[in-house]
Each structure stands twice: as C-alpha cells, then as structure tokens.
C-alpha cells in the first residue's frame, strides 16, 4: 500500500527516475538482439546453413539470463514507470527461467526445421518477441502491461505453432491454439474490465486497496459480486496458458502439431509464466478472505483446488491411454499443471503459508529442464520430417544410442518423479507443502488433495516407464535415423546433468527459489508479515550453522 | 585381515584422508562400502562395449573390491557398543550428520547396528557372485547389465544404512530403477509386464510412505521446533491413536509389499520368473530384506499404539503367507516359480518372528533374512545353470540329471537342503529361532482372546471369560494361559509350513534330479564348469558355516535386539496403558518379552579388538 503515499498527483508528472530503468535491462537486452537478428538475418547469403543463427538466438538468450543473475541483487522497492513493472526477484527469477528454456529449445531447432524444409531465420525471431513478452509478463505490475505482455508472448507463439506450414498438423496446431488463445486473452481482457469496472484502477495494488473500501462500505458481500466474476475470467484465462483442465483442450493438439523442440519451450516457458502472473496477480490484487474462499466457500482459492484435483486426474489418466508420445506429453503438462495448483492452492490458502510458493518455483525449474530434455531428444531423431512420434518409433533406440538413450532416461524419470532426479523433488516439494499446511490448519482437504496426487503421480510413472519400455525393450519397427545436430546434443546434456545435480544437490536451487519468494514486492501487509517472519527464521537459522 | 585394516588405518592418519574421515576420527566404512561401486561404474563407462570379457571382469573386481571393503565393517563393528541398555537404539561408525538440503531438513547420516550389519554383508557377499554367474548367461548389452548391478548395490547398501529418514527412501527408490532395467532388458517373455508390475507396486506403496514420513516430519516439526528427517528426530514424535493407526497403515504397506506379505505378494512370482538369474538373486536375496528391515527399523518401533492393534493380524497374514506359499509351491510345474512362492513362505516365517517381538524371534527374524539370502540365492543359482544348459525351467523336462551332473547334484542338494530347514544348515536355525520366538510371544493378542485357560477345580463365581464367548479350558493346577494361546496356535500352523516346505523342495528335487534320464537333451548336459562350481562353493560353505556356527552371525545382533526389545517394551508398555485409559479403544494386551544377555556368550568387542586381545596375550 505504499503506492498511495509514494504516488500522488505530483509525482506523476515527473519523468520516472534514472534508477528505475533499471527494470528494463533483461528485457531490453532481449529487445536489442532480437533487433539485431533482424539486421543479421537480412544478410543472410541464400541457401547456406542457418545454424548460426540459433546459436546467436541462443547466445541472446543466455545473457538475458546471465543478465538476471548479475541483477540479482539490484531489485527495487517500488514499481517502476508509476506501478508498471516490478523489479523484484521473483520476476527476475521467472526471466531466467524462460531465457534459459528459450535457449534449450532454440538450440535443439535448426535440424528439425532444415528436415521439415523450412529453415527460416523468423522462427528464432519469434521465439525472441515472445521470451520478451514473458520477460514483462512476470513483471507486470498492472493489469494492462499485464495484458499487452500476455499478447505480446502470445501471439508470436501461435506463429511458431503453425510455423511447418508443409505440415497439416502444423497448421492445424496453430490454428487451434490461435482461436482458442484469442478467445481466451478476450475473456480476460473483459475481465479485467470488470475489475476496473468495480475498482476503477487497473493497478494491482490499487486493487487490493479499492477492493477493501468496497468491503468496508458495503453489506456482507457488497459489491464483490462483480468483482469475483472478474477475479474468475481473469483465472480462466491463466488456466488456459498452464492448461488446466478445463481449459487444456488445446494442448495435445498443440503439441502434436507444433515443432517438437518449440514444443518443449511452449510447454515450459508458458506454463511458468502463466503461474507466476497468477501468484503476484492474486496474492498482491485478491487478497480479500471474501473472493479467496478456501476450502468451499467458492473462493478463487476453492475454484483452484477443483482445477488441480480435475487436472491431475484427468491429465494423468488420459496419458495412459495415448499412443504418441507427444500427446502423452502434452497431457502429463496438463497433469503437472494440478500440480503446481496443488501449490498453488497450498501456499496461498492463508496469507501465513506465502513463503511456501517456492515449492512451485522448484518444481517449475524440475520441469523445466527435464521436459526441454524430452522434447530435445526427440527432436533429434527423425528424418525427411517425420519426427518421432508414438512410443513405437522410439523402439530400441535406446540400446542404438545409448547417449541419447540415457539423457532420455533421465529426464523421463524426472517427470515420472523417481529419484534421484530433479523431478522427484520437486514433485516432493510440492506434496510437501501440501502436507505441512494441511497438518498446520488441518484442513483434510488439503491431504485428500496430496494423496490424489500421490496416487495419480503412479499412474505418470506408468506412462512414462512405458517410453523406457519402448526404448529398451521393444525391437524398432520403423527404421529411425538421428539428425545430426551438435546443438541438441550439447543442449540435452545440460538437461539432463541439471536434472539431475539438481536432483543430487538442490540446495543451491531451493535457495533461489526461497529468495525469490521472499522478494517479491508489493504483497499485502499479512503477506508481508509472513516474509518478515521467514526473514527472521531464516537468519536465526543461519547463525545456527555458523 | 588384521593387517589389512591396519593399513588402512596409517592410511587414515593422512591429512588428506583425514577430512574424508567420519567425526569420529575413523576410515568411512559405511560411504565407502556404499559408494565404492561408483568407481566400478566410472570405468564400466570407459570401456569399449565389445570388451565383453573385461566389462565382466572389471565389475567383477568392482564387486569383490567393495565386499573387501565391507570385511572393514564387520571386523570394526562392536557388538558391546550396545549392551547398554535402556536407550534407544546405538549406531556404530556414524558418518555425519551432514547437511544435504538444509532448506528442507535433509540429511546425510548413515550409520551400523547389529540389525544392519549382516544385510551389508549379505549384499556384498552376494554381489560377486552374483555377477561371476552372469558371465556365461548374459551376452548381450554386457556394459549396461555390469552397470545396472552395480548401481542396484549402491542403493541395497545405502537404503540399509541409511539413518535419515529421506535418505533411506532415496535408495529404497534408487533400487527401483536398475532393477526395472534388469527385468525389462535381460528378462524372459513376459519381462516387459513383470517389470511394470514390479516397479509400480512398489512405487504405489513407497509413495504412500513418503506421504507419511513428511506427515511425521511436519508434526515432530511442530511440536519439537526441530524439523529434520534425521531417525533420531523422527522418534520423538508423539502420535495421536487416530494418527498411528494412518501412518502405520501407509509405512506397512510399502514394506508389506516389498517383503512380500500375503495378499501383497502378486508382484513377486512373476517378476522373479520373468526376471534373468541375477536380478532373482539380488532380488530374492537382498531387495525383499529391506521390506522387513524397514518393518523393524521404522515402522514397528515409530507406532506402538498401531502396532499393538494390528500385530496379531500382521502374524496372522504372515502364518497364512507360509502356508499358502508352501502350498502353491507345492503344485509348481516351474522350478523358478517353485522358488518363487518358496521364498514367500519363508519370509512369513520372518515377519512371524518380527512381530512376535521376542528376543528368540527377532533373532530368528534377522537370521531367516539372512539364510534365506544365501539359500534362496543358491536355489536360483542352480536354476539358472540348468536353465542355461536345458533351456527350459519347467519340471517334467528334466529327470535324472543328478546321473549326467553328479557335482552340481551335491551342491545344489545342500543348497536346498539349508532352504528346507535341514539341521545343520543355516534354513534350520532361523526357522527354528522364529518359530520358538512365536511360540513366546506375548503381543500377538486380538484383544478377545480364543481360548482361555484356567485352573482345573470347581469355579466359584462368574469368570470375565464366561461371559464373553471365549471357551475356556481347564488346565493342571497352576498353569493359566491366556493371550499367549493366540501365539501358540500362530506357531502351529506356521510349524507345518517347515513340513510343507521340505515336502516342495525335495519333492522338487527329485523330480529335476533322480529318477531316469527322460530327454535327449539332459543326457547331453554338460558337466558344472570350474567357474560355476566356483559360484556354488562359496554359497554352500556359508550355508553350512551358519548353520553349525550361528553364533558368530547371533552374537553381533543379540545386543542390538535386546536394546530394541527394551525401548520396545518402554513404548509397549506405554501404548497399553494408554489404549486402557481410553474408554473408546478396546483394550489390548500386549508384552515385550526381554530377556537378559549373557555375558559369556556375547562378544566383548569387535573382531579387530578381539584379535589385537588374543595378540597381546600371547
């Protein structure tokens, strides 16, 4: 609530000051490349090999990230560009997180695009707009850059969907993933009108802040009809981006049809953003007890734990079933969306349990790496266009290459949560945090909640031994050919020995994790009393080691 | 011997080795037995996957250097450590606590006791001779085969030593995995579906336990302010009745599943048949122990309220897995399935002897672990050779081979001789030691007792007894009996299972080995190779040295068991006086037998102490 004193009529017009440009950096860095790929790309002499170009895109990429490490330290307190953009960790964590995704996925591309005949340099450009996008998505602290963010990522990734246009499935992919997206973005572009509507202020603080005089104001439930209605489209259109049921329609679809490595950044990157946006947006803008609800009085809170229980059940039953591995894929996103609900839902029930949203950051950097991984390996066998696709193609590949077939192993592993990968603690982090506020508060709900995802996660790592079983088991059927790429090899690697030093050593990891959560700004006093509290704990706890 | 830790030891005053040295100044034993394998896997990498003959001969080295390196525990292990009694439980040559992810109260700390001192050994001590056995049956994939045995020892060795409550489910889960390879590649027909099966049974169950292991961390958490997985920790927790009977429930079932106990069991046939001779082995012999070694390390000890209500159904599953097994066994047209349901039979005699919480029967729990690894392991091993020879493993194709084999005759009789509970053989003084442990027990009560025994002599009076429905039988003057009966009657029925299983198995042997030569191709089996003669020896040497000398295996345990018992019978104790004072319980009896050690039978200290004593003396 410090807006309100910081930010009064004089203020506004005064330029902003030269410390907050500061928040800029990740993105513009980001900004520039992508510019200058374009210069690049024009004297690009015809018909010679464009695997430089996913280095450099990828290059790109990783100094947003290595930028975003280096700014680690350098947050600010308040919202830069009169309550825009947040500089905290937690956006800068979320920057990396996708830089890093982009960068995997961009590297494994060049061979998959030069066997499906369209080697075009605009597919690392589109892939640079939308990283971009989610670079300011995560730092919105309005929902108008929010929105504008959200479309900027959006729209170039419904490009890269479609982007094998040889391919009918590529452009049905986009197509769907189009509609279905713009429909999405519209319902809560009108939700975020119906807030403005009720609060007269598109800033989430002022949210927040409006929200409480229209409760002070008004009778029991006062003017919060309309305000949830907004609070809900505004949570469909999150879903559809994490793929939630019931919003997940578009996945598989999606997933088949796209390129196999862009799948792997679609899957990631969105996904994370969609889950940071829907934690600053909620915890800062409905924080009020009426529109959280929590445990059945059909609050956003309630509306998650339904979403993460139909996501997990669904999503993990409907993958057993697929015979494309891509579809099996697209599906278990769907299922590590509940997942991540179930955090979700966990951390943010009661204003005291903030600090416990790291769990969905670890799980995300889990996920991230081992899916990329997947995606990854995939990619890299195929010829003339036909990827590797249903688990029979994938037949003895892993005894014919038994690189590719180990760093297969292991990101598998890591999404069916076995130790000792990334996967399995994260999953782990997440039931965690479920059990622990479960037994503070002692809401059953919240353990019924885990045991359904303990119970589903067999049934994942049904699926996804099925691929080990294919891969060393199963004779090959259709002889499949590797596309020789040095960059999905090299890219793979670091998927797989992330996944699992992570999994060995997360110490490290839970930490950025931990920071990040702690830093994020612009949280409601209660919240804010949790990360004070944590702060202290955490002290304490390091004058115990020393 | 001597000698060789000695120089171990100059080695360890190293300033170098000296930080890699555990707080206690010593050589890590424990890291090291379990990690060595690593080194064995580091150079598997590097060799040329044609190399057959080398890949075998390096994991092979690999193998028996780690079994080396285990001798190191066993001859610095002090058996006396523990004598004293009353606390809670002494672990010997810790290693840490160090701190793994602080952030989420995890640790590294591995230490040894008396009950997990014989299953390293098991696990070393099999793992040679397990892969010497592959080298004639494996020929395909050798490297990744080396590579997935010595990875398996890695997580059988640490999920037995682990002393954090996380660490230990991160090896129980470790094992999961090469072992899913070993089945699924190396496997029979069916392997694909045995190893599914296996992996997801096991994974169902485990989960469920991680589920109550964070449960219990959150609730120490919250009532001590210390929040850590560490087992010391996780043992003050003071469970509500409600929360035991959920928690015990979720620890025993991943356990019951891996033991395999009665109706859990449906897994292990088949993995084991479908499963190459190897991974049965290490599968029979070492990976079901870790169900009854977390059914005593954790799960019995951590719930005593749920414990006392649900002991007398665990023994009643198990007498039922003897019996039934024994029965199944009986009408095996497979060899390797006979083997099979054998080895669920014996380990109900196992959790028999756990639950009856006795010393005699936790001694004959350890020891039918431990016999039965080494029996069992030698059953599938002889499988294994006549499979390889006759390409079959079904009964009626052999006949007469003890004329064409006359060696591997011998051997594999005294194998299944110690399996059948021969005296003499170590199959014998397990069963024996359980089953006499049973028949002691005072725990193993349903609360409304069968029988009850009274005085002979007219009753004055209405008896409680008399009221209820439990039929009472008079007695000789001044023997009374009355839970105890539940127990006796337990024993039995487990007893006839020992008849059983000699009826199975030497029945089976007959079948396979007498009689006259039927097929072509027995007669054309050839003789045991040196080398398979060599895996065989060591097998029926230790079957026999534990069967006439137990005591060099019981006197490194009893001092651990009795130390249990004790703290057993403090949180039994406890457990019913609590389930007296709730009006809403049932009220249950249960006792903890504890007996006193004897001072001359029990060893003073540890070997290398022993052998520097008898030194000076002379």
């Given at each position: 609530m410090q807006l309100l004193s910081s930010y009064n009529m004089l203020s506004l017009l005064t330029p902003p000051q030269g410390a907050e440009f500061v928040a800029l950096i990740p993105g513009a860095i980001l900004t520039l490349i992508a510019l200058l790929f374009i210069i690049v790309d024009v004297f690009h002499r015809k018909g010679s090999s464009r695997d430089y170009q996913a280095y450099f895109a990828a290059i790109g990429l990783g100094l947003t990230a290595a930028s975003c490490w280096y700014l680690w330290g350098s947050g600010l307190e308040r919202p830069a560009f009169f309550g825009m953009l947040y500089f905290d960790r937690f956006s800068l964590f979320f920057s990396g997180l996708v830089s890093i995704s982009g960068a995997l996925a961009v590297l494994c591309s060049p061979a998959v695009l030069r066997s499906n005949q369209m080697e075009r340099g605009e597919y690392y450009l589109l892939v640079l707009f939308s990283v971009i996008g989610m670079i300011f998505m995560v730092a919105a602290a309005d929902l108008l850059t929010l929105f504008i963010a959200f479309e900027v990522m959006?729209?170039?990734?419904?490009?890269?969907?479609?982007?094998?246009?040889?391919?009918?499935?590529?452009?049905?992919?986009?197509?769907?993933?189009?509609?279905?997206?713009?429909?999405?973005?519209?319902?809560?572009?009108?939700?975020?009108?119906?807030?403005?509507?009720?609060?007269?202020?598109?800033?989430?603080?002022?949210?927040?802040?409006?929200?409480?005089?229209?409760?002070?104001?008004?009778?029991?439930?006062?003017?919060?009809?309309?305000?949830?209605?907004?609070?809900?489209?505004?949570?469909?259109?999150?879903?559809?981006?994490?793929?939630?049921?019931?919003?997940?329609?578009?996945?598989?679809d999606v997933y088949t049809g796209s390129p196999t490595p862009a799948v792997g950044f679609m899957a990631t990157a969105v996904k994370a953003v969609a889950f940071a946006a829907l934690v600053r947006v909620f915890v800062i803008a409905f924080p009020a007890e009426v529109l959280r609800g929590g445990f059945f009085g059909w609050?956003?809170?309630?509306?998650?734990?339904?979403?993460?229980?139909?996501?997990?059940?669904?999503?993990?039953?409907?993958?057993?079933?697929?015979?494309?591995?891509?579809?099996?894929?697209?599906?278990?996103?769907?299922?590590?969306?509940?997942?991540l609900l179930v955090g979700f839902v966990a951390a943010n029930s009661h204003p005291?349990?903030?600090?416990?949203?790291?769990?969905?950051?670890?799980?995300?950097?889990?996920?991230?790496?081992?899916?990329?991984?997947?995606?990854?390996?995939?990619?890299?066998?195929?010829?003339?266009?036909?990827?590797?696709?249903?688990?029979?193609?994938?037949?003895?590949?892993?005894?014919?290459?038994?690189?590719?077939?180990?760093?297969?192993?292991?990101?598998?592993?890591?999404?069916?949560?076995?130790?000792?990968?990334?996967?399995?603690?994260?999953?782990?982090?997440?039931?965690?945090?479920?059990?622990?506020v479960g037994l503070q508060?002692?809401?059953?709900?919240?353990?019924?909640?885990?045991?359904?995802?303990?119970?589903?996660?067999?049934?994942?790592?049904?699926?996804?031994?099925?691929?080990?079983?294919?891969?060393?088991?199963?004779?090959?059927?259709?002889?499949?050919?590797?596309?020789?790429?040095?960059?999905?090899?090299?890219?793979?690697?670091?998927?797989?020995?992330?996944?699992?030093?992570?999994?060995?050593?997360?110490?490290?990891?839970?930490?950025?994790?931990?920071?990040?959560?702690?830093?994020?700004?612009?949280?409601?006093?209660?919240?804010?009393?949790?990360?004070?509290?944590?702060?202290?704990?955490?002290?304490?706890?390091?004058?115990q080691w020393e | 011997?001597?000698?060789?830790?000695?120089?171990?030891?100059?080695?360890?005053?190293?300033?170098?080795?000296?930080?890699?040295?555990?707080?206690?100044?010593?050589?890590?034993?424990?890291?090291?037995?379990?990690?060595?394998?690593?080194?064995?896997?580091?150079?598997?990498?590097?060799?040329?996957?044609?190399?057959?003959?080398?890949?075998?001969?390096?994991?092979?080295?690999?193998?028996?250097?780690?079994?080396?390196?285990?001798?190191?525990?066993?001859?610095?292990?002090?058996?006396?450590?523990?004598?004293?009694?009353?606390?809670?439980?002494?672990?010997?040559?810790?290693?840490?606590?160090?701190?793994?992810?602080?952030?989420?109260?995890?640790q590294f700390f591995m230490g040894v006791d008396g009950f997990s001192l014989w299953l390293v050994m098991l696990t070393t001590f099999l793992m040679p001779i397990t892969i010497w056995s592959t080298y004639g049956a494996v020929k395909e994939y050798v490297k990744e085969y080396m590579i997935a045995l010595l990875f398996l020892q890695v997580g059988l060795v640490g999920a037995v030593l682990a002393l954090d409550l996380f660490l230990f489910f991160i090896f129980w889960e470790i094992v999961l995995i090469p072992m899913y390879i070993i089945i699924g590649i190396w496997g029979g027909k069916e392997r694909v579906k045995a190893a599914l099966k296996f992996f997801l049974y096991t994974m169902t169950g485990s989960l469920l336990m991680l589920i109550a292991m964070v449960y219990i961390y959150f609730h120490v958490g919250a009532e001590t302010g210390t929040y850590s997985f560490l087992y010391s920790n996780i043992f003050t927790a003071e469970l509500g009745y409600t929360q035991q009977m959920w928690l015990f429930a979720a620890f025993a079932l991943a356990f019951f599943i891996k033991v395999p106990l009665f109706p859990f069991h449906t897994w292990l046939p088949l993995a084991h048949v479908q499963a190459p001779t190897a991974g049965s082995v290490i599968l029979a012999a070492v990976m079901l122990k870790l169900g009854t070694y977390g059914l005593i390390?954790?799960?019995?000890?951590?719930?005593?309220?749920?414990?006392?209500?649900?002991?007398?159904?665990?023994?009643?599953?198990?007498?039922?897995?003897?019996?039934?097994?024994?029965?199944?066994?009986?009408?095996?047209?497979?060899?390797?399935?006979?083997?099979?349901?054998?080895?669920?039979?014996?380990?109900?005699?196992?959790?028999?002897?756990?639950?009856?919480?006795?010393?005699?029967?936790?001694?004959?729990?350890?020891?039918?672990?431990?016999?039965?690894?080494?029996?069992?392991?030698?059953?599938?091993?002889?499988?294994?050779?006549?499979?390889?020879?006759?390409?079959?493993?079904?009964?009626?194709?052999?006949?007469?081979?003890?004329?064409?084999?006359?060696?591997?005759?011998?051997?594999?009789?005294?194998?299944?001789?110690?399996?059948?509970?021969?005296?003499?053989?170590?199959?014998?003084?397990?069963?024996?030691?359980?089953?006499?442990?049973?028949?002691?027990?005072?725990?193993?009560?349903?609360?409304?007792?069968?029988?009850?025994?009274?005085?002979?002599?007219?009753?004055?009076?209405?008896?409680?007894?008399?009221?209820?429905?439990?039929?009472?039988?008079?007695?000789?003057?001044?023997?009374?009996?009355?839970?105890?009966?539940?127990?006796?009657?337990?024993?039995?029925?487990?007893?006839?299972?020992?008849?059983?299983?000699?009826?199975?198995?030497?029945?089976?042997?007959?079948?396979?080995?007498?009689?006259?030569?039927?097929?072509?191709?027995?007669?054309?089996?050839?003789?045991?190779?040196?080398?398979?003669?060599?895996?065989?020896?060591?097998?029926?040497?230790?079957?026999?040295?534990?069967?006439v000398y137990p005591k060099f295996f019981l006197d490194k345990m009893d001092p651990s068991i009795h130390q249990y018992l004790t703290y057993m019978d403090v949180r039994v104790t406890e457990a019913v006086e609590r389930s007296a004072a709730d009006e809403e319980r049932r009220n249950l009896y249960g006792e903890v037998v504890v007996e006193e050690l004897h001072p001359e039978w029990e060893a003073q200290g540890s070997i290398l102490d022993m052998a520097r004593e008898r030194r000076q003396q002379r």
């Open positions: 959006s729209i170039p990734l419904y490009v890269v969907a479609a982007f094998l246009r040889k391919d009918e499935r590529s452009a049905e992919a986009g197509m769907k993933y189009f509609v279905l997206g713009a429909f999405s973005a519209a319902i809560m572009l009108y939700g975020i009108a119906l807030i403005y509507g009720a609060t007269g202020t598109t800033n989430l603080e002022y949210i927040a802040q409006n929200l409480e005089f229209l409760a002070d104001g008004g009778t029991e439930h006062g003017g919060y009809g309309l305000v949830m209605v907004g609070v809900l489209l505004i949570f469909s259109g999150f879903a559809f981006k994490a793929a939630a049921v019931p919003f997940h329609l578009w996945a598989p609050g956003w809170i309630d509306v998650a734990y339904v979403l993460a229980i139909a996501s997990m059940v669904l999503g993990n039953l409907v993958a057993v079933t697929q015979t494309s591995v891509k579809r099996m894929l697209a599906y278990y996103g769907i299922a590590h969306a509940g997942y005291s349990f903030f600090l416990h949203n790291d769990a969905i950051l670890f799980s995300l950097i889990a996920y991230t790496f081992a899916l990329v991984g997947t995606f990854g390996v995939l990619s890299y066998f195929g010829r003339r266009g036909q990827a590797v696709e249903t688990y029979e193609d994938l037949g003895s590949l892993g005894l014919k290459y038994p690189k590719m077939g180990l760093i297969m192993s292991i990101c598998v592993l890591s999404l069916a949560g076995v130790p000792p990968t990334a996967g399995f603690l994260g999953k782990f982090y997440i039931f965690r945090t479920g059990v622990d508060t002692g809401e059953m709900a919240l353990i019924v909640m885990v045991i359904v995802g303990v119970l589903t996660s067999v049934v994942g790592a049904y699926y996804y031994l099925k691929v080990l079983v294919y891969m060393y088991m199963k004779p090959a059927i259709r002889e499949i050919e590797p596309l020789h790429n040095p960059g999905t090899k090299w890219a793979t690697m670091i998927c797989a020995i992330l996944t699992i030093y992570i999994g060995l050593f997360p110490a490290k990891a839970i930490d950025i994790c931990r920071e990040a959560v702690m830093d994020m700004q612009g949280v409601p006093a209660a919240v804010q009393a949790t990360i004070d509290r944590g702060e202290i704990e955490l002290e304490r706890r390091m004058e | 011997m001597v000698e060789f830790t000695h120089i171990f030891s100059a080695l360890a005053a190293q300033p170098m080795l000296a930080q890699i040295a555990g707080p206690e100044g010593g050589i890590p034993w424990l890291s090291l037995t379990t990690f060595a394998p690593f080194l064995g896997i580091l150079v598997l990498f590097f060799i040329p996957r044609d190399q057959l003959q080398v890949l075998r001969n390096v994991a092979l080295l690999s193998a028996l250097g780690t079994f080396c390196i285990s001798l190191g525990i066993l001859v610095t292990f002090n058996p006396a450590a523990a004598v004293a009694a009353g606390e809670a439980f002494t672990f010997q040559m810790t290693e840490g606590p160090h701190e793994w992810i602080p952030a989420v109260g995890i390390r954790f799960a019995f000890p951590l719930f005593p309220d749920a414990l006392l209500v649900y002991a007398p159904f665990i023994a009643l599953l198990a007498v039922v897995g003897i019996i039934y097994g024994a029965v199944l066994a009986l009408v095996q047209e497979d060899v390797k399935k006979l083997v099979a349901y054998s080895s669920v039979s014996h380990l109900g005699f196992c959790v028999l002897g756990l639950i009856s919480l006795t010393p005699q029967g936790l001694a004959g729990g350890m020891y039918v672990m431990l016999a039965h690894g080494i029996a069992t392991g030698g059953l599938f091993l002889c499988v294994g050779m006549l499979y390889e020879r006759r390409h079959s493993k079904q009964i009626a194709d052999f006949g007469g081979v003890a004329k064409v084999m006359p060696v591997f005759a011998t051997l594999f009789a005294v194998i299944m001789l110690a399996s059948a509970g021969l005296p003499g053989l170590n199959g014998f003084v397990g069963e024996f030691l359980s089953l006499m442990g049973a028949s002691k027990s005072h725990f193993l009560s349903f609360g409304e007792y069968l029988f009850y025994m009274t005085d002979e002599g007219p009753v004055t009076g209405y008896g409680v007894y008399e009221l209820t429905g439990t039929t009472v039988v008079p007695t000789e003057a001044g023997v009374s009996a009355g839970p105890e009966i539940t127990a006796f009657i337990f024993t039995i029925f487990a007893t006839t299972g020992v008849v059983l299983g000699a009826a199975y198995l030497i029945w089976m042997f007959k079948r396979v080995m007498f009689g006259e030569v039927k097929h072509e191709e027995v007669q054309n089996m050839e003789r045991l190779t040196p080398r398979e003669f060599g895996v065989l020896i060591p097998i029926v040497v230790m079957a026999i040295f534990m069967g």
